[in-house]
């Protein structure tokens, strides 16, 4: 067997797992037009949520999960509200709010770290045996197949919800021009903070099933984000498509610069890819839609 | 607030700052006539937290055995997971401020390189218990460890591969830490000499999780074995991600460090069959003691490091006991005691660079433990 289906199957679960990440990214761009930069770290609580809740106090799965990514979603929001929201009140500039995004999540991370401390953890329980799936030729883990398909069904219910609902229009609005949004009767900070939610609550998600498929570190959000961010800017910054189109790309570059290159490349793809899209095409592959 | 007020309140804070400063630098740097000031930089949190906790008992319980518990301060610093940025400010800070007469450890070889040149330029001896790249050999002319170069235990396992018939390796490897490289070549060169071909070289940086793209190159290498070196958590992923790709292939970790709980946790039954080195573990009265007794007093198990730290800390102790608290005088002691000495870790004799030989055997993981093989 030829080692190109293996390298595409790694290729496919590095881009899902890029994805959901810059999937929630992208949607609270979307909304306020500023790199979150706690993202990361809001992804990492979730992970650590149900370390706690499932692998310490041993709850149910499935309630854990659900808490990880409620509570995540709710760090989100408290950020929007005690942080993100007086700063856009007070007019301050994007650059304020980037690294005030900064600085919280250097609180999350080293509460993290504090609470759990900064040694390596596992979500799986490594006396399982681990589901393996063959398609046309490379292996996938069951873990690695169940972000593969969240990423697509999350991307898909987020269009959904972007061109079909009152919801996704409104967001769309406060997007183009927040000014007339709010001249035209919508509760711009509302909704706002539920973006901030729904975008805090994925990466949530996101930061579990890596919990799961690799294991949890507190300082393993600022590589996440810098995937994400690099995901999104590539595909598109605040474009739904464009963040998993993104994703995709940058899982294939770096796999496939691995297998041609050598292992210690891979970031510096990654960020080779950034740069030239930020010269070449700031816009990205989609642009803003 | 008007400008007198302002320029009052200025003056004010630098005047506080300078007096409190010296204040607190005459306190830390004035108790040095009386006791010994011994300090340390070890890996108290993070993914070496093990071995860093063990190494810190081994040498409380060596002060305590020497009776000296009441002459020595013992200050130890966090590097949080051997980070040589955090090792080399925090060696500073032990020996400007806290006028420490000698340090023990780094644990890690690549904080201990980096920490050298300060503790050479102020004549201050280092004794290591776990840093074991053979690039420390001759580094330095304060520079003693209890623990033997890792040459020798990558050639005990490169060797062992070849006698059991393994022909095409593989080579994977942190390629940011220095005792992993050495121990990568010393394996590859030790394997290559045999007989035995080298089909494949990956290497990543230490803070990767992600290694299927490497996995995959060497599965199509046609390797028959996988020699791996990393923290013991990234070995773990590695046989963990490898097996997930239906890898049946033999992997052997060429570095000892992987013997520690965290390895289980991670692996779990990927790792079972896998190669490591070790260090022997001497069948005498003082290492038996040793272990009864640092259960007893801290309710665990002796970590690995932990025996040859207590040797470290001990013949430190002898060596100041004898011959005085300067750099020099600290040497001539260690050169003095560190003569067939019957430690806790086996029999030390530093040769003329500081190190020490001592032999190394081959394990298997058997049902979740390293065992040793015939």
């Known amino acids: 067997m030829g080692i190109i289906p293996q390298i595409i199957a790694n290729s496919i679960i590095a881009g899902a ?44 799965l499935w309630i854990a999960i659900i808490c990880g990514v409620l509570g995540s979603g709710l760090v989100g929001y408290i950020l929007e509200k005690i942080l993100f929201l007086p700063l856009r009140k007070r007019k301050s500039s994007q650059m304020v709010l980037i690294v005030a995004s900064l600085g919280a999540f250097t609180i999350i ?181 | 607030m008007n400008k007198i007020t302002k320029i009052v309140l200025a003056v004010g804070v630098v005047v506080l700052a300078v007096v409190g400063g010296y204040t607190v630098y005459n306190k830390q740097g004035g108790s040095g006539e009386q006791g010994i000031i011994i300090g340390s930089v070890l890996p108290l949190t993070g993914d070496l937290a093990a071995y860093g906790e063990g190494s810190r008992n081994a040498a409380i319980m060596a002060i305590e055995d020497a009776g000296m518990k009441e002459r020595v301060r013992f200050i130890v610093e966090d590097d949080k997971g051997c980070d040589p940025v955090l090792g080399v400010g925090a060696v500073q800070k032990l020996i400007t401020i806290d006028k420490v007469s000698a340090i023990y450890g780094p644990l890690c070889s690549s904080e201990a390189l980096s920490v050298l040149p300060i503790t050479e330029a102020a004549g201050i001896p280092v004794v290591l218990s776990g840093a074991s790249s053979k690039t420390l050999t001759g580094a330095g002319n304060y520079v003693f460890r209890t623990i033997a170069s890792d040459s020798v235990r990558a050639y005990a396992v490169a060797n062992y591969a070849y006698v059991k018939g393994f022909r095409k390796a593989a080579f994977v490897f942190d390629n940011s830490q220095d005792a992993i490289i050495q121990g990568k ?55 963990k991600q490898a097996r997930e790709m239906k890898m049946s292939t033999q992997f ?14 991670i692996g779990g039954s990927n790792v079972e069959g896998v190669i490591a080195p070790a260090m022997v573990k001497p069948n005498t009265e003082e290492a038996k003691s040793f272990e009864t007794r640092y259960k007893a007093r801290f309710g665990v198990d002796a970590t690995m490091y ?69």
């Open chain 1, 17 to 60: 797992i890029y994805a959901l990440v810059a999937l929630g990214f992208n949607l609270i761009y979307r909304a306020t037009n500023f790199f979150n930069l706690a993202h990361g770290a809001v992804s990492v609580v979730g992970g650590y949520t149900v370390f706690g809740l499932y692998r310490l106090l041993g709850l149910p």
């Open chain 1, 109 to 289: 991370q080293a509460v993290i770290a504090i609470i759990f401390s900064s040694q390596f953890q596992t979500l799986f329980d490594s006396s399982m045996e681990t589901k393996l799936y063959q398609i046309g030729g490379g292996i996938i883990t069951q873990v690695q197949l169940i972000i593969l398909i969240a990423a697509l069904l999350i991307m898909g219910t987020l269009a959904w919800i972007k061109e079909r609902t009152m919801f996704g229009k409104m967001v769309s609005a406060i997007s183009d021009d927040a000014v007339v949004a709010r001249i035209v009767g919508i509760n711009t900070n509302k909704l706002i903070g539920r973006v901030f939610f729904i975008g805090s609550a994925i990466a949530g998600f996101a930061g579990i099933m890596i919990g799961f498929d690799t294991g949890l570190e507190p300082t393993m959000g600022m590589s996440l984000l810098m995937k994400g961010v690099i995901a999104a800017i590539v595909g598109g910054v605040g474009n739904i498509y464009g963040g998993v189109l993104g994703a995709f790309l940058l899982g294939f570059a770096e796999n496939f610069g691995v297998w041609q290159v050598s292992g210690e490349w891979k970031d510096a793809i990654a960020f080779a890819i950034l740069i030239f899209f930020l010269i070449f095409r700031p816009k990205g592959i989609l642009g803003k839609k």
């Open chain 2, 185 to 239: 070549n010393d394996a590859q060169e030790t394997f290559v000499g045999a007989g035995g071909e080298s089909v494949s070289e990956e290497s990543f940086g230490g803070k990767d999780v992600d290694f299927k793209a490497q996995l995959s190159k060497i599965k199509s290498s046609g390797a028959d074995v996988v020699f791996v070196g990393a923290f013991p958590k990234t070995v773990a992923l590695i046989i």
């Open chain 2, 252 to 265: 052997i970790s060429f570095d000892a460090s992987v013997d520690v709980k965290e390895f289980f946790a």
């Open chain 2, 306 to 374: 932990a025996a040859e730290g207590y040797d470290a800390m001990m013949l430190l102790l002898k060596a100041i006991k004898t011959e005085g608290v300067r750099g020099d005088q600290i040497k001539a002691g260690l050169l003095k005691i560190g003569n067939n000495y019957q430690g806790a870790s086996g029999i030390i004799t530093f040769n003329s660079m500081g190190d020490v030989e001592k032999p190394a055997v081959v394990k298997v993981v058997n049902n979740g433990v390293f065992e040793e093989v015939k």
